[in-house]
């Protein structure tokens, strides 16, 4: 079989494998569909953290159950995905079920090697079932459960004013889930072909590009004065983290769920005068999963919206770059295993 190995930031080469074996409570799965997300993209340019070479990437997953090993209760050809997060189950955090920031958690395409190959395995207890859902759909729930994650620790009020910081793949996941929170969502971004989607297919009322306007007086302006209840970021991004906690309200709190290697920057007496709340969002845990199926099935999340590029797997390294450099048209791309 066929796999693509990420040998250096830059470097993609394709590699031929040995079929993977099937041992008890695993499941081999056969490729179908694969998302290109944020975490790919900065192994491949060198700045991800908790990352080393050489790798196969990949998690956002959705594939075919080809062979289920001993205690596995899975069928040949069910289409499923998976919560990537593999976890020890005795650290302190497993123990209180957060498996999501598991101690010792490998995640899959980051720690160990991921999806960017035609047949995985993986732990039986870490399979989704796709429940009707098509394989462009499922591709799509793990980055929407990160956002689901991530709105959920804020606990949104309906009314509560939130700044999403970063309209990617992420951000857009977390708009809809605060959208669908109640709250009245506030996005920055500096990508104007993203704040229209937001506009347009995600009925977002305030949108604003802080490189075309004053971000802390429109805020007030749009707030009567009060700021946000909630900053959520998905960018990454040092300087927008920075920057932002001048948005928060009194008594306010920041969620980052983006990550870059930086060293974030807080004026104590502004923080402390807000009595704020600063809290770390990481990956998901199976109650997000389980939601976001059923609000993709209720409609209230439609993910073949974001759905932008679609790239053979035979085409990524040759076409990755572009990719990269698509910023104006790309919101969401998947990798196709069906050729």
Known sequence: MKALVCNT???????????????????????RRLGICGTDYHAFEGTQPFFEYPRILGHEIAAEVVEAGGGANFK????????????CGKCIACRSGRTNCCVNIKVFGVHIDGAMQEYITVPATAIVSGEGLTVDELALIEPLAIGAHGVGLAQLNKGDTVVILGAGPIGLGTIAFAKISGAEVI????????????????????????????????LSKITDGEMAKVVIDCTGNLNAINNAFKFLAHTGKFIMIGLQKGTIEVVHPEFHKREAVLMSSRNALPHDFAYVIDCIRKGLV??????THNVPFTEVKEKFNHLLQANESLIKALISFDE
């Open 9 to 31: 930031p830059g470097e993609f080469t394709y590699i031929n494998k040995e079929m993977p074996s099937v041992e008890d409570g695993m499941v081999l799965l056969k490729m």
């Open 187 to 218: 996005v920055i971004d500096v990508n104007d072909n993203r704040l229209s989607f937001c506009s347009e297919r995600l009925g977002i009322t305030h949108t604003i590009n802080p490189l075309k306007t004053d971000v802390l007086e429109q």
């Open 302 to 307: 439609k993910p073949m919206d974001f759905i």
């Open 76 to 87: 040949t050809g069910d289409l499923v995905t998976i919560s990537p997060y593999f976890y």
